[in-house]
């Protein structure tokens, strides 16, 4: 009788490890960004609830076909910005919540800015 008890706790430890384990947070998500014209800077960026906000990371020149990996663990959004000289920058912000319920099922983010010159 002990022994069976003994093996049930071990196993349900080791589940609740494995999902502990599991669930950091990070998710890959494929990124499709282009630009009118193209040959634009793509740069992304995580704004966290607990204020440590991430730098922004370069993805490179447009157009680009990416999966990146993003730790959404208290995420509140991901912002994507082009820029190319003599063009104004383009931005565009996504709830985390957002991004991810897009990014499902492996469906890309896909965004296409239409850049101004100045």
């Known amino acids: 009788m002990i022994n069976s008890t003994v093996k049930t706790l071990i196993s349900l430890a080791l589940m609740m490890l494995l999902v502990a384990c599991g669930s950091s947070g990070r998710k890959d998500v494929p990124l499709a960004i282009y630009s009118d014209p193209l040959g634009a800077y793509a740069l992304l960026k995580i704004e966290y609830s607990d204020r440590r906000d991430s730098d922004w ?3 490179g020149p447009t157009p680009i076909k990416i999966s990146k990996s993003i730790d959404f663990e208290q995420a509140k ?3 994507l ?3 190319r000289e003599n063009f104004q920058e383009q931005s ?4 985390a919540k957002e991004f991810i319920k897009i990014s499902k099922n492996g469906n890309k983010i896909f965004w296409s800015p239409s850049m101004v010159k100045n």
């Not at 565009?92 to 709830?95: E, L, R, Y």
């Open 57 to 59: 990371v370069f993805l």
């Open 92 to 95: 565009k912000t996504w709830s």
């Open 77 to 79: 959004n991901v912002t």
């Open 81 to 83: 910005r082009v820029i």
